[in-house]
């Protein structure tokens, strides 16, 4: 497990304004940048992972190359996939429901 992006979606494609084929074969620190603490709480998970332990879910600030500021509802675990231990990573982004509480 290096952190290197094996397959992608279209959802995620979207969110760092590329193609599927910009992301794949990349380690996740080439195409965001976590602002402290949510670069240690993404270590701390991805250690815990490494461990076999199972990680709660996490909302994650993050920023994309082109400087746009996300927010990330993540859910990972660990999948054993032709005898390689993947992160299978569950995103789903909260960046506009973040403006909304915000506003409130």
């Avoid at 959802?11 to 193609?19: D, E, Q, V």
């Avoid at 195409?31 to 993404?42: H, I, R, V």
């Amino acid at each position: 497990m290096d952190g290197i992006f094996v397959e992608s979606n279209l959802a995620h494609s979207k969110t760092l304004a590329t193609s599927k084929e910009n992301i794949i074969g990349k380690n996740f620190a080439e195409l965001y940048t976590y602002p402290p603490p949510y670069d240690q709480k993404l270590m701390e998970m991805f250690y815990a992972l490494q461990r076999g332990e199972v990680t709660e879910p996490a909302e994650i600030e993050y920023i994309t190359n082109e400087y746009i500021v996300h927010w990330e509802s993540l859910l990972t675990t660990l999948v054993n996939i032709g005898g390689k231990s993947l992160i299978l990573s569950i995103d789903q982004d909260i960046t506009e429901l973040k403006k909304v509480y915000r506003t409130c």
